[in-house]
């Protein structure tokens, strides 16, 4: 679990340049203090990491307890023990609803967006490095490729192929690279 968490603290990190850190084993415990510190996102995701290993360990009444207070302190709603693969960013938390099937590695999740089910009990299965940007929804049983980005207010209720840039209601592709 702290391993996950560290790569999501390693995303914090590289939005200050003086740190110059490479990697995300070169951040020290009092530096991922100082980054839970000054970002109160960052502490939801910590919150979500410590309820998932609860839930993984089968911790009783925690995982549900926390689940509620990362919803009540930070406006997210998130599901505790969702497959989430480290470097999560969500600058702006609140407004959010996370359901995936699966996140990859290093994806950036901007304010408002919503990644759940649309008809029947499917959930989007999200690749790596993607962005998605704020007020986006991406709903069903679909996957987004790896190296994508999802436009702001974005609709996204179908396959999307990797490296490309998708906008629009109901989402196209406008780019591919």
Known sequence: MFDIFRQ?????S???????????????TWLIIWLLFHHMPLRATA????????????????PGHIQRRIYRHYGLEIVIGADIEGGLYIPHPIGTVIAPKHIGHN??????????MRNEWKFPDIGNDVFIGAGARVLGGICVG???????????IHDIPEHSTAIGIPAKIIKKK
Do not use: E, M
């Open 8 to 12: 999501d603290a390693y995303r914090w």
């Open 14 to 28: 590289v939005y200050h340049p003086q740190l110059r850190l490479t990697n995300a084993s070169q951040l020290s």
């Open 47 to 62: 919150w979500f990491r410590f309820g998932s290993w609860c839930k993984h360990k089968r911790i009783p009444f925690l």
């Open 107 to 116: 994806c950036s999740i901007f304010a408002a967006v919503t990644i759940g």
């Open 146 to 156: 790896n190296n994508v980005t999802i436009g702001a207010n974005a609709v996204v």
